[in-house]
């Protein structure tokens, strides 16, 4: 008998054990379970050759894919659209001030430390300009800060995804085409926002509306997310952001009541309904789930063989974090206290969006492509592993908590 498969589901129980454990030494200890997850990761994979990306085929991809979906619409039925009409100004500014710095501060050093021609900076500080749903959305949920500085880095971490998305495809439209089009690229960010949103309420109504009558069908407790995965695929066929449409999904779907006029009476016919609490409790355990095996995944995914980008990678990341600082302290949300702007400070790690991305360039024949890959895959470990240990420090060291005070105020 093989044992592979036997010592694989072994692995697999032991994982969703160990994952409840980091969850409680977070609630205790304030040692983030993103971190000991990616660590596991590491060591099954690059340390001890157990498992590799190889292992999972096509199927990785499609996995990361749907762990995104999901954490994005469970982040999104968190939000309420009190709070989201209160905090849109302060989201836009922290979302767009964020992406501008990050992206500014890869591309010059590209060109100053990397030798990087113009475009492949810009496309570089694209990648990394924006920050990880994945691993803010389950963070923040779980930090002591206000319900504005906490909506902000929720919506930043997706909107910056779009930017990041359109950003880096209008420099390979340029490098492919050999011209600029300026109206092409804010149309298309523009468009793929615009349309996204309309997209995931629009979705969210009808799937409100038709709630009810699906609960009556024996074990459908997993039409919700499945029809969050027919909305993004759909918006990403289209053209748009399927990231936004989810999002925008599972904010109007904890929302519905507002929408209980003329629109939901008249055009759909009654009254929409929210989720109940045993779909939001096994919503939660799906994210969980998957939360858990994405982390894992990324830990044995990335590549370390390439010692200088690996430099680079250390190199870029402490800029980042350094102009962070000064995102948060000038552009976080007028209500957001010293230890709020100090957390707005630390969450800037990259993960599924930026990985994706940076196998582009090399796709596309641009000269430094390859480099810019092994050091995006670089980044995405030591910004992980940086908000991690800060967020672990933020608690617990007095030194770390003086520099917030004095740097911050209050």
Not at 126 to 146: M, R
Not at 230 to 257: D, P, Q
Not at 354 to 364: D, G, N, R, S
């Amino acid at each position: 008998m093989d044992l592979s498969i036997p010592l694989a589901l072994v692995a697999i129980g032991l994982l969703v054990f160990l994952a409840h454990l980091f969850s409680s030494l977070y609630d205790r200890k304030m040692v983030p379970d993103v971190l000991l997850l990616m660590l596991i990761g590491i060591i099954i994979g690059p340390v001890l050759g157990i498992v590799s990306p190889r292992s999972f085929g096509s199927f990785g991809p499609v996995f990361t894919s749907i762990a995104l979906v999901v954490i994005l619409f469970e982040g999104g039925t968190t939000l309420s659209m009190s709070m989201l009409k209160s905090s849109w100004k302060s989201t836009m500014t922290l979302t767009f001030a964020g992406f501008i710095v990050a992206s500014s501060v890869v591309a010059v050093m590209s060109v100053l430390i990397f030798n990087f021609s113009l475009l492949s900076a810009i496309a570089f500080g694209g990648i990394l300009g924006g920050t990880a749903s994945a691993v803010v959305i389950p963070l923040v949920k779980q930090l002591a800060i206000g319900e504005e500085s906490k909506t902000a880095l929720i919506l930043e971490s997706a909107l910056t995804d779009v930017l990041s998305f359109v950003g880096v495809l209008a420099c390979i439209q340029i490098f492919s085409s050999g011209r600029v089009d300026v109206a092409y690229t804010i149309g298309s960010i523009v468009s793929s926002f615009v349309l996204a949103t309309i997209t995931g309420v629009l979705g969210a109504l009808v799937w409100s509306r038709v709630l009810t009558l699906i609960r009556h069908i024996q074990n459908s407790i997993f039409t919700t997310p499945a029809f969050v995965f027919v909305i993004y695929g759909l918006s990403e066929v289209l053209g748009f952001s399927g990231a936004m449409a989810v999002l925008a999904f599972g904010i109007t779907l904890a929302n519905v009541e507002l929408f209980q006029g003329f629109l939901m009476r008249k055009i759909l016919g009654g009254a929409g309904h929210k989720l109940n609490h045993t779909e939001i409790v096994f919503l939660s355990e799906i994210t969980f789930l998957l939360k858990t095996f994405f982390f894992v995944y990324i830990g044995f995914s990335i590549i370390y063989d390439d010692l200088w980008s690996i430099f680079y990678g250390v190199l870029l990341t402490a800029a980042l974090y350094v102009a962070r600082l000064f995102v948060a302290k000038f552009a976080s949300p007028g209500s957001a206290t010293g230890f709020d702007k100090s957390i707005i400070s630390i969450m800037t790690p990259k993960g599924l969006a930026a990985a994706v991305l940076a196998t582009i360039p090399a796709q596309v024949g641009m000269p430094e492509g390859d480099m810019i890959r092994n050091i995006t895959y670089s980044v995405i470990l030591f910004s992980i592993i940086a908000t991690s240990i800060l967020i672990f420090l933020n608690s617990k060291s007095g030194g770390l908590q003086n520099f917030y005070k004095r740097f911050f105020g209050k």
